[in-house]
């Protein structure tokens, strides 16, 4: 066993002693031949987000083969609102990188999760996933980069409230059990991921606890590592999937839901970004941030507001997108700030020895710790359409390297410190805002289609059904509308529980 599968949780590569990005059809017949797997699935995202299945019963290595080999057919139009169910048919194509064994079915089973391709064998043009990898494409041939993300999963738990060692309402940041209650559930949610692919950074209770209706609703949060854009994207389907199937098995619900109720902490899924050449962070710069972090930066501003298009899908988002609530509503930026949208966290630039000065038998050494640095778009939450999102701020990082003066548009909307000190009111009033409604953020995307069609990467038809799907909501006032009314809220909030 090498150096890298030998402490990976996920059982392929520890049998295959491989990377899962070097799996091959012939791996997985070994693989399932030798560890009597009896099922796969196929697994892929429909329009809200979630995972479908499609189950084989293997009957023989030859049909084993055929089902890897061939994949099968789907409706499309049962799975994408904007397919015509006259030209529905799509292909559906295993990625042996993404093959996972299924943690939850008592049947040993193999899970892989599939790429759409039209009638004449080519990648639909209209799917999310393929949509990303374009954008992924034409991100590396104009910057010579590779864009990696990771993300923030933000949920909650909602349980029976027991009222034993209760939490302090909204000061439940990493709390520890007994007064955090389901951290058991989050570092088997954690394990379960890492076998199935997923890199996992660490997990930990956050701010939000409350109590109302006789519920507790206690919120914490799993974050990845970064990793190829596409790769993250994938790992992050799975987790929601795996997340969701735990709390079934619990009794517990769980929810990505952006808001639940006014003067609560809401969930984001907040995205950390870095560029890459060569394997190594090009982020950092003799200790400051680099040229390329800061056109990238410029980019994700210029197309913040439409951003939210795929970030923030539906009303409930712009509930959580207000001051105070350490959401962002000014297009800016800043270091370590949580108020802002793009924020540059702490990121080890020090050359002291903390670690020598913690630990006095340690001897001083000097380590690189600028491969850790990321930037944070902190807009989008749970509702968000995965794939779409990471290619949307893909195509806007390699805008940041396209558009004039990048540069000086990052000193221009850099914010210190808070922007909602009394210092800060004059630099506020300069800033472009995000939208506070699905209505602004459809107007946003309508003025940017040509940045997100451009190079062939989003096609116009998606961007024009977007655009029509999010104004359809009509929710400009939506939020006068509702005012405090906790019990409206949770109406609109229980339509859109379980989004994403």
């Not at 619900?253 to 984001?268: D, E, L, Q, R, Y």
């Not at 799907?469 to 859109?496: A, C, F, M, P, Q």
Request: with cysteine; aromatic share 12%.
């Amino acid at each position: 066993m090498n150096e890298f599968t030998a402490m990976n949780p996920n059982p392929l590569v520890q049998y295959l002693n491989k990377p899962a990005s070097e799996f091959t059809r012939a791996d997985l017949m070994r693989y399932i031949e030798d560890n009597d797997i009896e099922m796969i699935n196929f697994r892929y995202v429909g329009w809200d987000g979630r995972l479908k299945t499609l189950n084989f019963i293997i009957n023989s290595l030859d049909h084993l083969e055929m089902v890897l080999s061939a994949g099968e057919r789907v409706d499309g139009s049962s799975l994408f609102p904007f397919v015509e169910s006259g030209s529905s048919d799509l292909y559906v194509i295993p990625k042996y990188r993404t093959a996972f064994l299924n943690p939850f079915s008592e049947v040993p089973t193999l899970d892989l999760l599939c790429s759409f391709y039209d009638r004449h064998g080519n990648p639909w043009e209209s799917s999310p996933e393929y949509i990303l990898k374009k954008a992924h494409q034409q991100m590396q041939e104009t910057t010579g980069l590779v864009f990696e993300t990771m993300g923030e999963l933000e949920y909650y738990i909602i349980s029976d409230d027991l009222d034993l060692y209760p939490a302090v309402n909204q000061k439940g940041y990493h709390e520890s059990s007994p007064f955090n209650k389901w951290s058991e559930y989050r570092r088997e949610a954690m394990q379960l991921i890492a076998q199935s692919g997923g890199q996992i950074k660490y997990g930990h209770s956050e701010v939000g606890n409350f109590t109302m209706g006789g519920k507790l609703y206690e919120q914490n949060e799993i974050e990845f590592l970064p990793t190829n854009v596409e790769d993250a994207a994938d790992q992050l389907v799975i987790a929601k999937w795996i997340m969701r199937k735990l709390a079934y098995r619990y009794g517990v619900t769980i929810t990505f839901a952006p808001k639940i109720t006014v003067g609560k902490a809401g969930s984001g899924m907040h995205i950390h970004t870095r560029l890459m050449k060569n394997g190594k962070s090009v982020m950092m710069k003799n200790g400051q941030l680099s040229e390329e972090a800061r056109k990238a930066i410029a980019g994700y501003l210029s197309l913040a507001a439409s951003l939210t298009a795929f970030g923030n899908t539906n009303p409930t988002s712009y509930f959580r997108l207000v001051p105070h609530q350490e959401a962002p509503t000014n297009i800016c930026w800043g270091d370590r700030n949580r108020s802002v949208l793009v924020r540059v966290p702490l990121g080890w630039s020090t050359a002291k020895d903390m670690i020598a000065d913690a630990n006095p038998n340690e001897k001083p050494v000097k380590l690189d710790f600028s491969q850790k640095q990321t930037v944070e778009f902190r807009a989008p939450d749970g509702s968000a359409d995965i794939y779409l999102l990471m290619a949307g701020l893909t195509v806007a990082a390699r805008y940041g390297f396209e558009m004039k003066n990048p540069l000086a548009f990052a000193e221009k909307t850099y914010v210190d410190v808070n922007i909602f000190d009394e210092a800060n009111k004059n630099k506020q009033s300069e800033l472009e805002q995000l939208p506070s409604c699905c209505v602004e953020s459809a107007e946003a995307l309508r003025q940017h289609k040509a940045l997100y069609t451009a190079k062939a990467v989003f096609p116009e038809s998606l961007i024009d059904f977007l655009v029509e799907y999010l104004s359809r909501y009509n929710d400009k006032n939506l939020r006068s509308e509702l005012g405090h009314d906790e019990v409206k809220i949770l109406d609109l909030v229980t339509r859109y529980f379980h989004c994403g």
